[in-house]
């Protein structure tokens, strides 16, 4: 018998623009993402890879289109609030979502509001922040950290949540080659549905199956768009200069 798979979100026929404007970021978008599925997104700036996160989490409300999760339509915020436990979204500014004192307190806050006790939350927050190699955090006051440990310790507050599916928005900025190595090793241990906006295309071949880019508003499959590292070297390459 064909078991026909349920994917954990998707999207169909999702437009979207913001008020005032009458430019659509999203015409008619599709994707699904299934429970296994590693997806790496590759597109300029501007062309909708971060409203499509924040659709997905109920931030940005369509204007036409649906939204199912978990093989449920969700349309109204009460139903967007009782998936986003189980959607781990990594801002791509570190800044949106790092309001704590401290970086225990950051970490320990999604697992205290899923229920844990004060202490069940600061021994999953101490334990993320070890996996992550960044124990020596904890009491770090969490504004006067530099932009890469702002980077982990958003990481950090995502993971503690144990989501099924993770939205990394650019999570490489900021971070050394060590923290990369080290955040490669991580993603590619874990479980969940992956969805990864990156610039980074050596990131991103080491942590997806799969790479897609978006146009006019809508997501090119990896059948659709070739995605490549161009390298040369020719005299006065340090210019600017076009290749056509």
Sequence with gaps: MKIIKTPVIRLEKISFAYPGSTVKILDGLDLDLYARDRIGMMAPNGSGKTTLFHTIMGLCRPDSGRVEIFGRPVSTEAEFQKVRSKIGLMFQDADDQLFCPTVLDDVAFGPLNLGLTPEQARQRARDILATLGIADLEPAITHRLSGGQKRLVALASVLA????????????????????????????????????????????????????????????????????????????????????
């Design 161 to 244: 949540m144990e989501p099924r599916v993770l939205l990394l928005d650019e999570p490489t900025a900021g971070l050394d080659d060590k923290a990369k190595e080290r955040l490669i090793e991580i993603l590619n241990t874990l479980d969940v549905a992956l969805l990864v906006i990156a610039h980074d295309f050596n990131f991103l071949i080491s942590i997806t199956d799969r790479i897609f880019s978006m146009e006019n508003g809508r997501i090119l499959l990896d059948d659709e768009v070739s995605i490549h590292r161009h390298e040369h070297m020719h005299k006065l390459g340090n210019r600017p200069h076009k290749h056509v």
